[in-house]
């Protein structure tokens, strides 16, 4: 194994906010805290930097005649054994709710081809890269869509557009509280 294509072990640190409540006339209003617990993780920068690439090239077929912002995405699956990467970018539509974002559409993809554990994606909002996080990260829908092929392992990555910045690294703990869940039948 080259040097490039080693593994490297990061840390998620813990996030641990209590409940907190407060009576009012009308009963009691919670405030949910949040305890996520510290987390090892195994990142292939090398990986990062092809998805990064290829989510680039992807956010150059955005169909965006709308807001004209590009966006593109790219992932890999855990359980594909060639560990193919797919790729996808925004397509608008002027009902403007038809619209689909990069990472929808990279994770219908992989879906379609008959995958459902997702390992990494990396969403490269290329019109607004070195801006706050909060300009380059998925939507509310597409972080839910995430949080459907997800476990544990799974890693999402912003990109950060600097050369010298690989990324911002969450787990969907992280990006996603409180996320929505059903048991599956
Ligand atoms: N967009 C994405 O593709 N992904 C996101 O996570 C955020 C938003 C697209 C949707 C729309 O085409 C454009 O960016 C502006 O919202």
Not at 15 to 34: A, M
Not at 67 to 89: I, K, N, T, W, Y
Not at 134 to 156: H, K, M, N, W, Y
Request: hydrophobic share 40%; aromatic share 6%; net charge negative.
């Amino acid at each position: 194994m080259s040097e490039s294509d080693s593994t490297i072990s990061l840390t998620l640190p813990a996030l641990s906010i209590p409940d907190t409540s407060q009576e009012t006339d009308s009963g009691r209003l919670v405030i949910p805290g949040q305890s996520i617990p510290e987390k090892r993780i195994s990142i292939q920068p090398s990986l990062v930097a092809d998805l990064r690439g290829l989510a680039r090239e992807a956010a150059k077929s955005a169909y965006c005649p709308y807001s004209r912002f590009h966006v593109g995405a790219a992932l890999v699956m855990a359980d594909d054994p060639q560990s193919r990467l797919f790729s996808g970018c925004n397509v608008e539509n002027a009902s403007y709710g038809g619209t689909v974002c990069a990472e929808r559409n990279a994770i219908f993809s992989a879906a379609a081809a008959g995958f459902r554990r997702l390992g990494v994606i990396l969403v490269s909002t290329v019109d607004s890269l070195n801006g706050p996080v909060g300009d380059r990260s998925p939507c509310g829908i597409c972080r839910q869509v995430i949080r459907e092929f997800a476990d544990e392992r799974t890693l999402i990555v912003i990109d950060a557009g600097d050369e010298g910045l690989l990324g911002n690294v969450l787990d969907i703990d992280r990006l996603l509280p409180w996320g929505f869940q059903l048991e599956k039948s």
